[in-house]
């Protein structure tokens, strides 16, 4: 298997909030060969703050880092977080195609734009062959008991013109990356519906109101778990369950960690508020789920 080399950009939620993300997807990297190179001094994307207080300010931060991919001589960096994803994607469309933004916004990064690099969410290259032609042969643990909701979210795929891949209203990347990794995916509504977003801060009765929506769909469509690409997603649908509802929320990277064989401490599965790590455990020891080798 020949061996893909990316830089990598975590993003400030997955050295924080998100780490199990970050431990899953790097942990997976490698067992799929690909080699992730962290952007040395990267920043913050900037995320919403910086776009609501100065737009160059929102082109500036992410082209910094772009710019720090040419010193290492790498074209291809993958971007986990849709939000950062988004602000790195958007940055880069907007330098591309107006010349005064883009000589303001190298007077202050004191480099030129780095327009050439090219930015994917790891879904866009875990979906597509090779790669996705190889997940099968990585399978150790057999997971077809599971049926799982994907949820995309708002953000991974949209605006198309920036995302670049995929389907906007009907995505099907996650879907066919679980598959692959032996897992059984569910036809629902809301996988592109809002969860709130960082509404859960300032209004989390939005938050609990569209999330539960989101959580009541997965199951009426059959699903035991639903997985996810987005750190914010991912708070929102585990930390805002109605009394009761107990549904398990996995990274998808998570799950594709989980059919190679990792085991829930590996993938950190101790970290999510909604019980994860023992669901996990009784559905291996009930059966449902079953060692290949």
């Given at each position: 298997m020949k061996k893909n080399r990316y830089a990598y950009y975590p993003g400030c939620s997955l050295h924080a909030t998100a780490a199990e993300y970050d431990r899953s997807l790097t942990a997976?990297?490698?067992?799929?060969?690909?080699?992730?190179?962290?952007?040395?001094?990267?920043?913050?994307?900037g995320s919403t703050a910086a776009h609501t207080k100065s737009r160059l300010l929102a082109e500036a931060l992410p082209m910094a880092s772009l710019a720090r991919m040419e010193a290492m001589g790498i074209e291809e960096v993958i971007v986990p977080c849709p939000e950062c994803f988004s602000k790195l994607k958007t940055a880069q469309h907007h330098v591309a195609r107006d010349r005064?933004?883009?000589?303001?916004?190298?007077?202050?990064?004191?480099?030129?734009?780095?327009?050439?690099?090219?930015?994917?969410?790891?879904?866009?290259?875990?979906?597509?062959?090779?790669?996705?032609?190889?997940?099968?042969?990585?399978?150790?643990?057999?997971?077809?008991?599971?049926?799982?909701?994907?949820?995309?979210?708002?953000?991974?795929?949209?605006?198309?013109?920036?995302?670049?891949?995929?389907?906007?209203?009907?995505p099907e990347s996650m879907d066919r990356v679980l598959k692959a990794a032996g897992l059984r995916t569910v036809d629902w509504n809301h996988k592109t519906r809002c969860c709130g977003s960082s509404f859960a801060v300032s209004k989390p009765e939005i938050v609990k109101d569209l999330s539960?929506?989101?959580?009541?769909?997965?199951?009426?469509?059959?699903?035991?778990?639903?997985?996810?690409?987005?750190?914010?997603?991912?708070v929102n649908l585990d930390t805002r369950q109605p009394e009761g509802f107990d549904m398990p929320v996995f990274y998808f990277s998570q799950l594709m960690g989980a059919s190679f064989g990792m085991s829930p401490t590996d993938l950190l599965l101790h970290r999510h508020y909604t019980e994860a790590n023992t669901w996990l455990e009784r559905f291996l020891q009930s059966g449902y789920i079953t060692h290949l080798q």
């Amino acid at each position: 298997m020949k061996k893909n080399r990316y830089a990598y950009y975590p993003g400030c939620s997955l050295h924080a909030t998100a780490a199990e993300y970050d431990r899953s997807l790097t942990a997976v990297c490698r067992r799929m060969d690909i080699e992730l190179v962290e952007i040395e001094k990267w920043v913050c994307c900037g995320s919403t703050a910086a776009h609501t207080k100065s737009r160059l300010l929102a082109e500036a931060l992410p082209m910094a880092s772009l710019a720090r991919m040419e010193a290492m001589g790498i074209e291809e960096v993958i971007v986990p977080c849709p939000e950062c994803f988004s602000k790195l994607k958007t940055a880069q469309h907007h330098v591309a195609r107006d010349r005064k933004t883009r000589k303001s916004v190298a007077d202050i990064i004191q480099t030129q734009c780095y327009e050439e690099a090219r930015i994917y969410h790891p879904l866009k290259i875990f979906s597509e062959d090779p790669l996705l032609s190889q997940i099968p042969s990585l399978v150790t643990q057999d997971l077809s008991g599971l049926k799982i909701a994907c949820y995309y979210g708002c953000l991974i795929t949209r605006p198309p013109e920036i995302a670049g891949f995929d389907n906007c209203e009907a995505p099907e990347s996650m879907d066919r990356v679980l598959k692959a990794a032996g897992l059984r995916t569910v036809d629902w509504n809301h996988k592109t519906r809002c969860c709130g977003s960082s509404f859960a801060v300032s209004k989390p009765e939005i938050v609990k109101d569209l999330s539960g929506q989101v959580l009541d769909d997965a199951r009426s469509a059959g699903a035991d778990a639903i997985a996810v690409g987005c750190p914010v997603c991912h708070v929102n649908l585990d930390t805002r369950q109605p009394e009761g509802f107990d549904m398990p929320v996995f990274y998808f990277s998570q799950l594709m960690g989980a059919s190679f064989g990792m085991s829930p401490t590996d993938l950190l599965l101790h970290r999510h508020y909604t019980e994860a790590n023992t669901w996990l455990e009784r559905f291996l020891q009930s059966g449902y789920i079953t060692h290949l080798q």
